[in-house]
């Protein structure tokens, strides 16, 4: 059982580059999201979609782009990358739009901006 | 608005000490509730979580939690602490009606003193 796998683990990036951060799920879940962890800040909601074709912003959406052309992926991208992006990033999945279950998480991909 | 409070970002308990990690939750309306486990360099995964049932939930490894509405509050126990018990803990809260967004605390790290 993948899961919910990320790529990459870790990244260094230069002001100013662009990325895209990959996630991918193998549990046919409608619902998947990002977060990125900061200390002191806990998780904060980045972007978030409830089926293919459909995203929506969360608390912290500026900065990045999504979009989910398929069930299993949920690319995040970076357009213009600045120091305050460096964080652990999470993706994370829910088997239905608007149900109860558990959030499934990836491992988490490690982006040091410079 | 719906948002979380975790008193207490570091909590030291001696090995078969009682655990408590205090949540107090914000909504103007019934919410669901949860706490989340993170390990060292791993992605977070559900301990426990409350929707409107049973006002005491169990969860794994022994954790419980209990949903006090008129304190607004969704405290974690553990009767008796283990050394693998160490990590963060998140709690969570999202409210119904269709409100896909899973709002985190800040988190709590649980330190366990031989």
């Known amino acids: 059982n993948a899961g919910v796998t990320q790529t990459p683990k870790f990244q260094v990036l230069k002001t100013g580059q662009s990325m895209t951060l990959q996630c991918a799920q193998d549990?046919?879940?409608?619902?998947m999201s990002w977060y990125r962890q900061d200390p002191g800040m806990g998780l904060r909601l980045i972007h978030y979609?409830?089926?293919?074709?459909?995203?929506d912003q969360g608390e912290v959406p500026n900065g990045y782009n999504v979009s989910r052309s398929t069930t299993e992926d949920f690319p995040l991208r970076l357009l213009s990358a600045a120091p305050s992006q460096t964080s652990v990033y999470f993706c994370?999945?829910?088997?239905?739009?608007?149900?109860?279950?558990?959030?499934?998480f990836g491992e988490g991909s490690r982006l040091t901006v410079l | 608005a719906q948002s979380v409070t975790q008193l207490g970002s570091h909590v030291s308990v001696s090995e078969g000490a009682l655990v408590l990690l205090r949540c107090n939750y914000s909504s103007s309306v019934p919410p669901y509730l949860f706490w989340y486990v993170q390990y060292p360099n791993q992605g977070l995964q559900l301990l426990l979580k409350y929707t409107s049932a049973a006002t005491l939930v169990k969860g794994i490894n022994g954790f419980e939690a209990e949903f006090k509405k008129s304190e607004t509050s969704f405290h974690l126990t553990k009767p008796s602490a283990h050394m693998s018990d160490a990590a963060e803990y998140f709690c969570a809260v999202r409210v119904n009606f269709g409100n896909e967004k899973l709002t985190f605390g800040t988190g709590t790290r649980l330190t366990i003193i031989p």
């Open positions: 979609s409830v089926g293919a074709g459909i995203t």
């Open positions: 994370a999945s829910r088997r239905k739009r608007g149900d109860t279950g558990e959030l499934f």
């Open positions: 549990m046919n879940h409608e619902y």
